[in-house]
């Protein structure tokens, strides 16, 4: 009898495991083996500590929560122009992730000082654009968000922002390559 129920418990609990990780996508697009595994594990860190900080700011317990409310306050916020989190802990979070080897791939940095900071835009040279452009085969607003990056080099442009902030609402933050995009575009903007 102890080893039906054992079986039982077992397989409701594959059928639990399942049914909760059908909809999150939990690695990362990576066309052509475009990262290595070591940049595959600074990108996990990167939303892992952008996670960390949006559980922490809205005091919840689900990423997607998290994710969301900070999408919605960011687009109510952006006519006052006000920040959603605290620019100190954005920065803290960028000044981890400099470090890592992958960062070289996402961003560049200038010399012009912001809040006492170099600045940072996208590098239009760099893996994280043909990511982008992979991760778009798959969300169109992805595929017009790199599309409207590449033909302003910049991510800057009040346009790709106002765009970012509107249709981030509808994003499926189940989708860790969703987050690092999420991640990139909000340590970017608040480092340009």
Not at 117 to 142: C, D, H, R, S, W
Request: hydrophobic share 45%; glycine share 4%.
């Amino acid at each position: 009898m102890r080893a039906i129920w054992t079986q039982y418990f077992s397989v409701l609990f594959l059928i639990l495991i399942n049914t909760n990780c059908n909809n999150a996508q939990v690695s990362f697009v990576n066309p052509e083996r475009l990262f290595t595994n070591d940049e595959l594990n600074e990108l996990y860190a990167i939303v892992e500590k952008f996670d960390s900080v949006l559980l922490k700011s809205f005091d919840v317990v689900s990423v997607k929560k998290a994710y969301m409310t900070f999408a919605i306050k960011t687009l109510e916020n952006a006519e006052q122009g006000q920040g959603v989190i605290k620019y100190d802990e954005i920065l803290t979070i960028y000044q981890q992730v400099e470090e890592y080897d992958i960062a070289k791939e996402i961003w560049w940095s200038n010399q012009s000082t912001h809040y006492g900071t170099t600045g940072i835009n996208i590098n239009m040279n760099g893996k994280y654009l043909a990511y982008l452009k992979a991760v778009g085969e798959f969300y169109p607003f992805i595929y017009e968000y790199t599309r409207e990056l590449e033909l302003h080099q910049d991510l800057g442009s009040a346009q790709i922002l106002s765009a970012f902030a509107s249709n981030s609402i509808d994003f499926n933050f189940t989708d860790i390559n969703i987050r690092l995009i999420f991640a990139i575009h909000y340590l970017t903007f608040y480092n340009l």
